[in-house]
């Protein structure tokens, strides 16, 4: 039997201490088990005694993300203005990405219009390689963010790239080898961190998806390697 579902991309971001962390999974009985949350296509099939459940996330195109999660309760707009993040969890939230606060806040109070001047202002690039490879937080976060107990299914172009999303698989791709998080120079309403992962690319953001100045949501960008 095969069932249309509606996958689920939005996220819930939950802030705890020790076991209970930071996650950004819809599900909250077990964050890192995800089938249920983001499939698209549900198979099911049975034998004579047992019936199983295949769980299908779809993606299509270069534009694509794992996660779309609310953050503007955390880090509130009126606390960057002033430049000092006030908020325990918001606080927690750019510890974890080992993101400076008054950079992070100095980015978004210092955009402008852009101008030709302006958009080639470089980015300030800071490589944080070391701290978050050795970051069980972060290694539970993103775990929490990609999930497993599905099937990833993502057509780029005429190709398709299928990607069995078990729990051993989810374990060997979360190694980081590479991480920097990219501050604008007043030429951008956003702040980056860049993750590579063995065999995945994640580009996180702190970005208004409304079109605002201060950032709104975090988002998880992927693409295969």
């Known amino acids: 039997n095969i069932f249309a579902e509606n ?3 939005s996220g819930l971001l939950t802030i705890g201490n020790g076991a209970n962390g930071i996650n950004g999974n819809l599900n909250e009985e077990n964050i890192f088990w995800a089938g249920k949350t983001v499939t698209d296509i549900t198979l099911t099939y049975s034998n004579s005694k047992t019936e199983y459940k295949k769980y299908l996330s ?3 195109g270069s ?3 794992f996660a779309n999660i609310g ?3 955390y880090l509130k707009s009126s606390e960057i203005q002033e430049g000092e993040i006030k908020n325990s969890h ?3 939230l750019l510890n974890m990405f080992c993101i400076d606060e008054k950079m992070f806040c100095d980015a978004f109070n210092s955009y402008t219009e852009r101008t030709e001047r302006v958009r080639k202002a470089k ?3 800071v490589d944080v390689t070391n701290k978050l490879k050795n970051s069980r937080e972060f290694s539970d976060f993103i775990k929490s963010v990609i999930g497993y107990g599905y099937i990833l299914v993502h057509k780029i172009g005429s190709n398709i790239q299928c990607l069995d999303m078990t729990e051993s698989v989810l374990d060997k791709l979360v190694k980081v080898k590479k991480a920097v998080v990219l501050y604008p120079s007043g030429d951008a309403k956003r702040v980056d961190i860049l993750v590579e992962l063995n065999g995945l690319k994640l580009k996180f953001n702190f970005r208004n ?3 605002g100045i201060y950032p709104s949501h975090l988002l998880a960008d992927y693409s295969f390697i």
Do not use: C, M, N, R
């Open 90 to 92: 918001g606080k927690a």
């Open 71 to 73: 953050v503007s309760k």
């Open 7 to 9: 996958g689920e991309i």
């Open 123 to 125: 980015k300030i690039q």
């Open 209 to 211: 998806k409304s079109g």
């Open 63 to 65: 534009s694509v993300t």
């Open 58 to 60: 779809l993606k299509f």
